[in-house]
């Protein structure tokens, strides 16, 4: 087979069942984030290369698809949707009504190596609430997470924990500050690793044992920071069960733009790994695009979901159901008669589909019928045309009659 008949590395096409899949789980974000007050946003799979570069580090830089389109510009591919998001606040600030809540379901692309998990192109999936320092704007953010695994029927809890007071713990453990988000990285990974791998990674850094000793002393002792308590009763009061959140004052967040509550959900007794994570990021605006906002949002993890969904038998029975008849084209001169059936059954609500095809035999339209799941065929020919009858087969009994057009509506109507 030539190489251009397949999909490239790292990139996936979804079809079938698994394409119904990804649809339902949108629409139940977009159902849960619009009841929220939350607005859609889409903004262009190309931006400027130089508004991409230098946003996310080096390593990244290197995972970013850029090239030189015909008109001459340096373009690039969206990474993420966080930068995009900051360009359009600045680009549209006084045209947006402040504060700003979004939500943006796109594909981004990162040149990485493909493997288990990590794609060249991906769906990320975000929440977030621009402009608003209020520990009402974070409590929301986890309400609307609580809300959405509630409505998937995911038994999560959500680790939350305050950045600021993380750092401080660090630095009052004896560490430089220059090593602190270092630190907060390897940290980042003790629900990954064992507490003697991380202490091992903190000994490679310049970390001695001790150090790490008191650190560790000092995560075991804390507890929630009056915001952070704040945000938590808020939360609770919007509707966030309190066995749902559980302080966790080592978790870190491996990225270093945030600046105070962060958390990150996970499904209860199934080794997934984190569905999403967030928090609040005051300073990552400013820094992308020179306009001070504070912003507190959530990252879900569109793929990893799937995946949960999936393991767990989550997803409806129903969710690709199939139409209740298919309508067969008997032959030319009976088409019209089984095209006004067809609209008919439409007009009623009926889920129905229509063999687009009027020289294929009855028999190999059954067939079709049957593979797709299709409970009932209908077929109508110039006998059934003259008398204003149609001959309904239920394809799971074998068995058929003959009947008017309202019985027909009833009898599909009824499951």
């Not at 262009?44 to 389109?69: H, Q, R, T, V």
């Not at 306009?291 to 393991?311: H, K, N, Q, W, Y």
């Amino acid at each position: 087979m030539s190489h251009t008949l397949q999909t490239l590395k790292g990139f996936r096409d979804f079809y079938g069942v698994q394409a119904h899949k990804r649809m339902w789980l949108v629409g139940i974000f977009r159902q849960v984030f619009e009841s929220y007050g939350f607005g859609p946003l889409e903004t262009p799979a190309l931006e400027y290369e130089s508004l991409l570069l230098g946003k996310y580090g080096d390593e990244a830089n290197k995972l970013i698809y850029s090239f030189e389109d015909r008109g001459g510009r340096r373009v690039a591919m969206r990474y993420d949707q966080t930068v995009p998001t900051a360009r359009v606040v600045a680009q549209y600030q006084n045209e947006l009504l402040f504060p700003y809540k979004r939500y943006q379901i796109q594909p981004v692309w990162r040149s990485e190596k493909p493997q288990k998990g990590r794609y060249r192109e991906f769906t990320q999936c975000d929440i977030d609430i621009i402009g608003s320092d209020s520990p009402i704007a974070d409590a929301q953010i986890l309400a609307v997470t609580s809300e959405v695994m509630r409505t998937l029927d995911l038994p999560v809890v959500m680790k939350i924990n305050d950045r600021e007071q993380l750092i401080r713990l660090i630095n009052h453990a004896g560490i430089p500050p220059e090593k602190t988000f270092s630190v907060i990285q390897t940290i980042d990974k003790l629900d990954k690793k064992s507490s003697s791998e991380v202490v091992e990674e903190l000994r490679e850094k310049g970390i001695s044992q001790e150090t790490s000793d008191v650190l560790f002393k000092l995560l075991q002792d804390a507890k929630p920071t009056d915001k952070l308590a704040q945000i938590i009763r808020y939360a609770h009061s919007m509707g966030v069960p309190e066995s749902a959140l559980a302080f966790t004052p080592a978790l870190a967040r491996g990225l270093d733009y945030y600046t105070g509550m962060i958390f990150e959900p996970i499904v209860a007794d199934y080794k997934s790994g984190s569905l999403g994570g967030g928090g609040r990021y005051d300073r990552l605006i400013e820094e992308l695009v020179g306009v001070s906002l504070p912003a507190t949002g959530m990252a879900f993890g569109f793929d990893r979901i799937l995946e949960v969904l999936d393991a767990l038998g989550k997803f409806p029975a129903d969710l690709a159901q199939p139409a209740r008849a298919l309508i067969t084209i008997f032959s030319e001169d009976s088409a019209l008669y089984n095209l006004s059936i067809y609209r008919l059954l439409q007009k009623n609500n009926i889920a129905v589909e229509l063999y687009p095809h009027t020289k294929k035999k009855i028999e190999a339209q059954i067939k079709y019928a049957s593979t797709n799941k299709i409970p009932f065929v209908v077929i109508a020919g110039e006998q059934e045309q003259q008398s204003k009858m149609v001959t309904i087969k239920d394809l799971a009994t074998r068995e058929q009659k003959t009947v008017d057009l309202p019985t027909l509506i009833q009898l599909l109507k009824n499951p």
